[in-house]
């Protein structure tokens, strides 16, 4: 039986998988809802903390919403005080993390030339979380690793364990093996396909330093999924 937010909500009415998924996430915010959770499960409080332009009410609808059509799931947080709900991706949901992938680097390679990140909110763990997601696959990831990356006044880490890649936001717990700095335009300059990463370590638009096995592997991970095409 649909709610009543199921009820009230415009659809295309056409028979076409992409207006049938605009009907589900076609909405202002909820892609950006999928993208913070795409790093993991958060509480209400960390998506209203990372969206501060959407306001609690939306946000809660967007966040009932996504639950009704299988997106995303709450669950009690493990190891948490009391009982914290978290919210997290459902199998759906993690697959339209992944198609997302695409949609963002369209967006940083055309969309972008005139963004300014001073004025417009940025978190590093938004192009970390783009990059990991991308550099899933057959590629073997390297050594295990932490990377922490400082993307301009934002820090985030890029956690390689066991062929898996993981990021989180803010500074590593225990001292990284490699440390990335670069501007954040360097950075979606990457992403966009409008810069390798060879180049921009050449003109010092990206410094990096640290374990050698793991900067290597890191590098060649990056330059193959982000060469210029």
């Known amino acids: 039986m649909g709610t009543m937010a199921d009820v009230a909500r415009k659809t295309y009415g056409q028979f076409c998988g992409l207006a049938h ?9 909820t892609l950006l809802i999928v993208r913070e959770l795409g790093t993991g499960p958060k509480r209400y409080t960390d998506l ?29 947080a493990v190891g948490q005080p009391g009982s914290a709900v978290v919210y997290e991706l459902s199998e759906a949901g993690r697959e339209l993390a992944l198609a997302m992938i695409p949609l ?40 295990d690793a932490l990377y922490e990356f400082h993307i301009g006044d934002s820090t985030a880490c890029l956690q390689v364990r066991g062929g898996r890649m993981r990021v989180a936001p803010g ?30 370590v050449r003109s010092d638009q990206v410094d990096i330093s640290g374990d050698t096995a793991a900067t290597d592997a890191l590098v060649a991970l990056i330059e193959s999924h982000l060469a210029l095409s």
């Open 171 to 200: 500074p590593a717990a225990t001292p990284p093996d490699v440390t990335v700095r670069a501007a954040a335009p360097t950075v979606a300059a990457l992403l966009g396909r409008q810069l390798t990463l060879s180049d921009a």
């Open 21 to 29: 998924a605009l009907d589900v996430v076609g909405e202002r915010w």
């Open 104 to 143: 963002a680097t369209w967006g940083a390679r055309h969309q972008m030339t005139d963004a300014d990140v001073g004025r417009e909110a940025f978190r590093a763990e938004w192009l970390l979380s783009f990059l990991a997601a991308d550099l899933t696959g057959d590629m073997d990831p390297g050594p």
């Open 48 to 76: 209203a903390d990372a969206l501060p332009g959407i306001g609690t009410s939306l946000l809660a609808t967007r966040v009932r919403q996504l639950e009704t059509d299988g997106v995303i799931q709450r669950r009690l």
